[in-house]
């Protein structure tokens, strides 16, 4: 029993905890707008990303049993009930962690995002935050924890997507892209939850290098949602990398509802941005996840989309859809050793170099590093093509990338003439080496 005094200073404790918490409430609301002052992830570092300029996409699930899209289907080509139960026949036999990393490292990728956790919500990792994970499938093998080892290995950055919507989980309150009666009042902040002790998960066991958030448009996330698991992952690891698809707004341009540190067009080359870090996610097929015979880009679409991309001054993250025995198909790691090939000779104009100071387009795109440009002919469309003048700047030596000279003609008030030979010395993308007298990388844009 309370004496009445008691009760008295009760009422009056509980008041002034009510207090505190409308308080605290408010403060939230305004503090919660904003990342708190010095917890973005350094230009050191995501400097150091965008020097890698390619990596490797790879969406992967139980779906890859039907050949439709990850996330998407769920309701559509499969029926829910099908396709929630699609996991307990998943048993990609064939895979094998090693295998799909150098599949990465022959493309000359530097980076590998595996989807540890897509929009029908199945976990690829032993979580103990939900059942529906790979230890409950016949594979019962941690793909997300053998691809961390296999990277760390081979000496590639291992990276995670992670969608902050999952239309699986009974507490998310959108149960269907398609379906809206589907609808329920869910539980956003037990969602949260559940989704930051996931992350704690995946960051402290598989130390990603970036994290690859996705999902953000659907109205139950909020820009306050965003912030708190933004600074809840930095206060784990201040250096993970992070996607600006965990704030809300555009993926292709930074607003005041963005959360994250680079932007993300997605399946399109993005626009030449000297100032935000970005990142182009685009399939080597059509579909993210696994489609079979679906049609694949020819070796000269993949090259000009990475080549376009380095041009804008940004990031390419190529997709590759694994079949559901675990492998990833011939043809495909094909094109990425040819891609590699290509690579291997002409690095130098795309790893750690910046976009510009041209426009990427039709026939040509260029990237820069101290001294040189470097101009990336797609096509001979004329015997001497004109580049825009550069004021103030003199060509000292042109040639083609580990080859022969080229000659050119510069004059103070005129385009640059470029004389091609008859043939490109390479099919698909012949790399010019523009020797300058100055500085490139601190030539502005040319329209
Ligand atoms: C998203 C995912 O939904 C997709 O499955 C894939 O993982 C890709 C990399 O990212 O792409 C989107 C995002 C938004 C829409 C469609 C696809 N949308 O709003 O219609």
Request: proline share 6%.
């Amino acid at each position: 029993m309370l004496t009445a005094r008691q009760h008295g200073n009760n009422k009056r404790t509980l008041a002034m905890a009510g207090l505190a918490v409308v308080l605290s409430m408010i403060f939230y609301s305004v503090q919660a707008q904003q990342l708190a002052p010095g917890i973005k992830t350094s230009k050191a570092v995501i400097d150091g990303f965008m020097d890698k300029r390619f990596g490797m996409f790879i969406h992967f699930g139980p779906v890859s049993l039907r050949g439709t899209e990850i996330g998407w289907s769920r309701g559509s080509e499969v029926a829910t009930e099908e396709y929630d139960n699609l996991y307990k026949e998943f048993n990609p036999v064939l895979f094998n962690a090693d295998a799909w990393v150098k599949a990465a490292k022959d493309a000359g990728m530097k980076y590998v995002t595996i989807t540890a956790k897509h929009h029908d919500g199945f976990c690829e990792w032993p979580t103990a935050a939900s059942d529906y994970n790979i230890m409950h499938t016949p594979f019962k093998k941690d793909i997300v924890g053998e691809l961390a080892a296999a990277c760390k290995k081979q000496g590639i950055a291992f990276c995670i997507y992670f969608t902050v919507l999952d239309w699986h989980d009974a507490d998310y309150p959108v149960h269907s892209p398609h379906d809206s009666t589907k609808n329920v009042p869910g539980n956003m902040p037990r969602f949260v939850g559940t989704i930051k002790k996931e992350l704690k998960e995946l960051i402290t066991q598989y130390k990603p290098y970036m994290l690859w958030f996705d999902g953000n448009w659907e109205k139950p996330w909020t820009k306050e949602y965003a912030v708190d698991v933004y600074q809840y992952i930095k206060s784990l690891d201040k250096n993970v990398i992070i996607n600006n698809r965990l704030g809300k707004g555009e993926h292709i341009a930074f607003s005041s509802e963005s959360v994250g540190d680079y932007l993300t067009p997605e399946q399109k080359v993005g626009a030449l941005n000297m100032d935000d870090p970005w990142e182009s996610c685009i399939t080597i097929c059509n579909q993210w996840a696994w489609k079979p015979n679906d049609e694949m880009k020819s070796l000269k679409q993949c090259l000009q989309t990475l080549v376009k991309t380095a041009g804008g001054n940004g990031n390419l993250l190529f997709n590759v859809g694994p079949m559901m025995d675990g492998r990833m198909e011939a043809r495909q790691v094909n094109r990425l050793k040819e891609m590699g090939g290509w690579l291997k000779k002409y690095g130098a104009s795309i790893y750690g170099t910046k976009g510009g100071p041209y426009y990427p387009n039709e026939t040509y795109a260029a990237t820069r590093k101290g001294n040189i440009i470097y101009l990336h002919i797609f096509e001979r469309k004329a015997a001497t093509p004109e580049l825009p003048l550069l004021p103030g700047i003199k060509i000292i030596k042109a040639h083609f990338l580990n080859g022969p000279a080229v000659t050119f003609k510069q004059e103070t008030a005129s385009p640059i003439i470029i004389d091609l030979p008859k043939e490109l010395p390479d099919a698909v993308s012949s790399v010019i080496v523009l020797e300058l007298d100055k500085n490139a990388e601190q030539i502005p844009v040319i329209k």
